[in-house]
Each structure stands twice: as structure tokens, then as C-alpha cells.
């Protein structure tokens, strides 16, 4: 088997000196970081490994592009212009200040997304070249958001994975993106089968845009789109923990530490390490510094802050000004409280080995890391991995996506420069027990949780979801099976059949009283019960007066409002007795968003209320219901109440009705040897869940169900039961 990474930039980079073309190994970056999972993969699992992405320049020498060949390497060649457009342009002037809660740094023109698009389709056109039957995809990062979609249209069953490796906004950010543009990021995301996040809330943010944008929904994280399901889920990305600390005692390291000593003599060490960006909060970690030098006069001369900044996108406005300021408030701060003994701050502006990085970690006091938004940070877990000794204080910022895992920092407001300051006091005068006790737990978790970990279960979870795939598209229900069904009906003492009403025993109408049972469907349920071995159960959300008008003659058992009510043997009882107090609240809410759009309608029942839209506009329709149902779940989080989602309609319940009691209910008292259960949407899940192992269970539609078998149509059920009906008189 064989793995394609695909990423905005290969490992190894193109470069001209001399007017000679040579090929480096790329210095950081996403490359680099999964240098050691990829080494795994090729040594444990024997697997391929290709990668494929830009080469950082063009390439004139056939030479350089056959050495990228044997390296595994396919390049994506991008001219200059349309480079400059894509990267500097959609990605990091739109995409990464949005993506970062920094809208007012985001600028938006169409030339830029236009380049945005054609350079994910050329990276689309690369793989067409290259993959092969048993290959399997992955997808790197923001740069190629609309590539998994793109590759799906050219390979159906393709396996492709999709990460991303910085935060995902809130859909009130998101919403910043033209609308054309935002969705076909989501679009573009969803041709994966598995999209994987640093954090939950990230997911949730990405499942909440789906929805508000497209409609989605989701259930446990898993999202039906385009005949499909994608896997949503979270993974923590980790770092190499053993080789870190396997470096420590290398001798490049040991010497390049022996240095750093020697140059910083009887001072605490405070270490800052970023790369130039507005998204850093290395401004606000300077002027928190300046605060600590002020209100702590005792640390003057005690202390020196390692200031590193790696230069990035010098070409882009905002980070020249950064810069600018950067030098300004650090020569600033030197001047006012530096002297000719001591420089309160040693300012180093260029990119360092990470040996070098690792000799800086180590005989660091305390690592300073207090970026405004950021999707992980590795540096913070990089800093941790080289305490051997246990000594040593983590300041995080609680915006980072590592301190949902490093609890054990001291986590900060990286807005609050007090509060960075205050922070510093207490890490610089933490005692050794509260060090080595802060950091053996952190260890502990970026040990078990490290790197190949981060891709191993990435990796795992996706062929789990390709094999869920291949097993639902198993479970169509064919002749083989229906012959199956009506010999355990044929040789059965005890049935029970339960059926859910609208959409499974009649086709979905624009106005619910317009759903009465046809002649055939009554004939049908009439010779059904007549068996004395069958038990005939309708087990509908609709009000219990509804279905007495409907089917109330007839000798079945019919369970009203999910599970609300319930009547067998010509009498109507409540199973609970519910609380709804909830009710006038949730009314007044549907009247605003009724009265908001016009054809929806709202259906008032005992212990539930509906809110209809069938009837109205199909794009407003949408767009009001994604918004009334975000409300609504936030609105309940603390209530007892329940808001499912059905065929163009909204429900609000009491949290303990569900098919799934009343189903239980009957089992109990009905000791049947043969079960069938059929329904069509997410109420009738309930039901499926409850049934035992050897029941019969068929959704009405292909979407991801609990039941054992699928049937396309409301007509496939009748056609169904009028087989199960001749077979039984045969």
C-alpha cells in the first residue's frame, strides 16, 4: 500500500546560487514535522510513502526533477504570478487572518480566490498522474481546502483523509468569506471521508458551519453529504518525544549548550520563540515583560528574556510594520532598564537549527509562549520534551490549541499583559517540588500521545471508515434478503412488526393532514393483523387523535408522540407523566421565526411542538431552520427538552420521549421470535437501537443508519409488506 501526503510545499526545496539549481532539505514547517511518522510508516509498516507539493521554485534542470522523483517527491509546478495570488494572496491575506479571529487583517479579491482555485485544481491534475489502485490520500492544511473534493469527482472510492493544521473559526467568522467561497471550502473539506482537527472545539466550529452553511447535520461527529458520510473528529497532533530528547545528547547540542551558558551567567532564562506574525501576541508578550521588569525591580539584572523570531512573509505589509515595531519596543526596553552588565532582552531575528532550538529549550527557565490564536503549537510541547531534569515552567496561552491538553501550564489571557506578567513572577519563583510535578504529568501525556500516535490513529481511523462505507453500501436490501425475511416470518409463532407512519407507510406530504392511509396501505395493515401471531404496532410522532381518526378501527397497537401515548386493546394511556412547562417559552420563540418565513406552520401536540417548513422557500427555508435549530440546541443545553431534526421539520420535545421507550415497553410484554422495524428518519434511530441482534430493522433511505438494511423508496416498504403478506397466506 502506499500513502500520498499532500502538502503545500515538499520536503525538500529548490534553490539557485551561483546560477546552480540545488535540492535542500526543507528547515521546518509541515514536512519536517512528519518526517518521524513517515519514517515509521516505511519501517514498521512497510508502506510507501509519496509526497506531493510545490518544489518552492521552477524547475529548469532535469536533473533536480529527476532527484525529486527518486526521492518519492511529484512536484506541482505553479508559475510566479500565480503563486503570488494563491499564497500570499487567498491564503495568507484572507484564509489565515479569518482562521485566526483577525478579520480586520483579512483582505478578499476575486483575482486572489480565482488563484486559490486553479492551484488546487493543478494540484488535482498532479494526482491524477500519480495515483494508483490501493493508494491512499492525505490532505495537508489550509493551502488545499478544496482538494479532497476535487480529487473525489476524479476517484469515488478513493480513500482520503484531510487535516488541518491550524484552528478552524466560528461560523461568526467564518460568515466573513463570501458565501460562494465559504461554501465551497466546505464542500471542497467534505470530499474526504475522514477531517481531522487539533481540538474539539475546532470540530464543533467546522460541524456548526456545515450546518448553518450547507444544511448538514450530524450525529456522533458523522455527516451525510452527496450519497456519502464523512468522520469528523479530533487529533491532537504530537512531536517526536524520543528523538528530542535523544538529541540532548548529541554532541552539536551539548556544545552548542556549553555556549549559551557561557554567555548567560547567574540569570534566569525566559525563552520566546515564533516565527513573524500578528497571530504570535509577540508584542503584548514584550510589553508584559516590560511590566514584569517594573513592578518586579527585585529581577532587574536577575533575569534575561531569549527573544527569537523566525523572519516570515516579509512581503506582506502588516508583518514589515510588525517587525518594525518588534525592534522598536525591544531597543526601547534594553534602554530603560538595560546597562552596560546586563541586556534585559537578547534579540535574535533568523530561522535556528532545531538542534539549536533544543540546546535554547533546555537551559530555559521558562518558556514563554503566548500566541493570540494558534491551531497547536509544537513549541510548547518541544520545550517540555527537553526537561530530563524536571526543572523548568511552561507559560501558555489558554487561545493555544496545546493548553486543551498541557493543563499543567500556567495558562494565560494572551490579551492581558498583567497577566502574562503576573504569570512570569510565579513561573520564576515556582519551587522545584511544583516543577517536577507540573512537568512530569505533561511528559507523561506527550510520551503516550507523541507523533505516531497523532498519525497511526489518523491513519487507522480512516480505513475504519472506508470499511464502514464498504459495509453500508452492503446493506441495500435485495430479493436474497427479502426471501430471508419471509421464511423467519413463515416459520415464526410470535411477530412483531413495528412501522413508523409518515414517510414509511405513506409518502411525505407538503401539508400533514393530507398524509391519510390510502385503501391499499389499510388493506395491507387490516390482513396483517387479522394473523394472531403478528402484532401490528404504528409507532408514529404524530398526535394520538390523528391516528385514532386514521387507523383507530383497526386491530393494531398504536403508540402516539414518539412514545407519549400509547393504545392497545381500544384504550389510550399515557406511559409518562412529562413536564411542560416548557412549551410557552419554545412557542413564542416558533411564532417570531413562523411569522420570519412565510409557508412554515407550527403543529401544537400534548407534550411536543413541530415547526413545518415544507412549504416555504427551499433556500430561505434552509437558512432560517439551520439558524432556528442552532438557537434552539444552545437555548436547551440545560433542559430536559430535545430538538430532533426531521423531513423539512424542527421538533421540540421532552428529552425522555423516544421511540426507544416505547419499543421496550412492548418487548417486554410481546416475548416475539420475530422482529421487524421499519421507519425513515432520525426519530425511528431510537426505535433501531432497541431492537435485539437477531431483529429485522430497514431505514427508508440511504442514509448512515442503526439499522441492518437500507430500501430507497416509501413505495420499496409497501411492495415489502404486500410480500410479506402473500407469502404468509401461501
Not at 503570488?84 to 480586520?104: A, D, I, K, V
Amino acid at each position: 500500500m502506499r500513502l500520498i501526503l499532500v502538502s503545500n510545499r515538499l520536503p525538500f526545496t529548490i534553490t539557485q546560487s551561483n546560477e546552480k539549481t540545488e535540492l535542500r532539505h526543507s528547515i521546518g514547517g509541515l514536512a519536517t514535522g512528519l518526517n518521524a511518522f513517515t519514517q515509521h510508516l516505511k519501517k514498521s509498516e512497510n508502506m510507501e510513502i509519496m509526497w506531493v507539493g510545490w518544489p518552492g521554485a521552477d524547475i529548469q534542470d532535469d536533473t533536480v526533477y529527476q532527484e525529486l522523483i527518486n526521492y518519492a517527491c511529484h512536484p506541482v509546478l505553479i508559475p510566479e504570478k500565480l503563486m503570488e495570488r494563491f499564497y500570499t494572496g487567498f491564503c495568507n491575506q484572507t484564509l489565515w487572518p479569518l482562521f485566526h479571529y483577525m478579520p480586520s487583517y483579512a483582505s478578499y479579491y476575486d483575482d486572489d480566490w480565482q488563484a486559490y482555485e486553479t492551484v488546487n485544481q493543478l494540484f488535482s491534475n498532479a494526482l491524477c498522474e500519480v495515483i494508483k489502485p490501493g493508494d491512499v490520500v492525505w490532505v495537508h492544511d489550509y493551502h488545499l481546502l478544496l482538494l479532497p473534493n476535487l480529487i473525489r469527482h476524479q476517484f469515488p472510492h478513493l480513500p482520503i483523509g484531510f487535516f488541518l493544521h491550524i484552528s478552524f473559526p466560528s461560523f461568526e467568522i467564518f460568515q466573513f468569506l463570501p458565501k460562494r467561497c465559504r461554501d465551497d471550502i466546505l464542500y471542497g473539506m467534505l470530499g474526504a471521508d475522514l477531517i481531522g482537527f487539533h481540538t474539539h472545539e475546532y470540530s464543533q466550529h467546522f460541524l456548526k458551519a456545515t450546518l448553518r452553511s450547507l444544511g448538514y447535520e450530524q450525529h456522533l461527529g458523522l455527516v451525510s453529504a452527496q450519497n456519502r458520510f464523512i468522520k469528523i473528529d479530533t487529533y491532537p497532533m504530537g512531536i517526536d518525544f524520543n528523538y528530542i530528547q535523544d538529541r540532548l545528547k548529541n554532541e552539536e547540542v551539548i556544545t552548542e549548550k556549553a555556549k549559551l551558558l557561557a554567555d548567560i551567567k547567574n540569570s534566569k532564562i525566559i525563552l520566546s520563540v515564533d516565527r513573524l506574525d500578528y497571530t504570535k501576541g509577540i508584542f503584548n508578550r514584550l510589553t508584559a515583560y516590560q511590566l514584569f521588569l517594573e513592578n518586579n525591580p527585585q529581577w532587574l539584572g536577575k533575569v534575561v528574556l531569549i527573544a527569537i523570531v523566525a523572519p516570515s512573509r516579509e512581503e506582506i505589509d502588516q508583518y514589515r510594520l510588525m517587525k518594525k515595531e518588534i525592534n522598536e519596543l525591544i531597543g526601547y526596553i534594553n534602554g530603560k532598564f538595560g546597562n552596560t552588565h546586563w541586556t534585559p532582552i537578547l534579540y535574535q531575528y533568523k530561522v535556528f537549527s532545531l538542534d539549536q532550538l533544543i540546546a535554547l529549550y533546555s537551559i530555559s527557565d521558562v518558556a514563554l509562549i503566548t500566541p493570540l490564536r494558534d491551531g497547536m503549537n509544537l513549541i510548547a510541547k518541544e520545550y517540555l520534551a527537553t526537561k530530563i531534569d524536571k526543572k523548568g515552567v511552561l507559560i501558555l496561552s489558554e487561545t493555544a490549541g496545546a493548553a486543551k491538553e498541557l493543563v499543567n501550564a500556567i495558562i494565560i489571557n494572551p490579551n492581558c499583559v498583567l497577566e502574562i506578567a503576573n504569570a512570569l513572577k510565579q513561573a520564576l519563583e515556582m519551587n522545584e517540588y511544583e516543577q517536577t510535578k507540573r512537568l512530569t504529568m505533561m511528559q507523561y501525556l506527550l510520551k503516550r500521545y507523541d507523533l505516531i500516535h497523532w498519525g497511526t490513529k489518523f491513519i487507522n481511523d480512516l480505513f475504519t471508515v472506508r470499511e464502514e462505507k464498504i459495509r453500508h453500501s452492503e446493506k441495500s436490501l435485495n430479493k436474497e434478503m427479502i426471501d430471508k425475511i419471509i421464511s423467519k416470518y413463515n416459520v415464526a409463532e410470535k411477530r412483531l412488526i413495528l412501522l413508523d407512519y409518515d414517510g414509511t407507510l405513506t409518502p411525505l406530504m407538503k401539508q400533514p393532514q393530507l398524509a391519510a392511509p390510502s385503501v391499499e396501505i389499510l388493506q395491507i395493515l387490516s390482513a396483517l393483523s387479522k394473523d394472531k401471531k403478528n402484532k401490528i404496532v404504528i409507532i408514529s410522532g404524530r398526535d394520538k387523535n390523528t391516528l385514532e381518526k386514521w387507523l383507530g378501527h383497526l386491530n393494531i397497537i398504536l403508540v402516539a408522540e414518539h412514545s407519549a401515548w400509547l393504545k392497545e386493546n381500544s384504550h389510550w394511556q399515557l406511559t409518562y407523566h412529562f413536564n411542560c412547562g416548557w412549551k410557552k417559552d419554545i412557542l413564542s420563540i416558533l411564532e417570531i421565526y413562523k411569522d420570519r418565513l412565510p409557508g412554515s406552520f407550527i403543529e401544537e401536540k400534548d407534550f411536543s411542538i413541530v415547526w413545518h417548513y415544507r412549504n416555504a422557500n427551499e433556500i430561505d427555508g434552509e437558512q432560517v431552520a439551520r439558524e432556528l435549530i442552532d438557537y434552539l440546541i444552545t437555548l436547551t443545553a440545560t433542559e430536559d427538552i430535545k430538538v430532533m431534526t426531521g423531513k423539512k421539520i424542527i421538533e421540540i420535545k421532552n428529552a425522555r420521549m423516544g421511540k426507544n421507550f416505547a419499543v421496550n415497553q412492548l418487548m417486554a410484554t410481546i416475548s416475539a421470535n420475530f422482529i421487524l422495524a421499519i421507519g425513515d428518519d432520525i426519530s425511528d434511530e431510537d426505535m433501531f437501537i432497541s431492537l435485539p441482534h437477531n431483529a429485522f430493522s430497514i431505514k427508508v433511505g440511504m442514509e448512515m443508519t442503526r439499522a441492518k438494511f437500507n430500501v430507497r423508496l416509501q413505495n420499496d416498504v409497501i411492495s415489502l409488506l404486500q410480500s410479506i403478506n402473500r407469502k404468509s397466506v401461501i
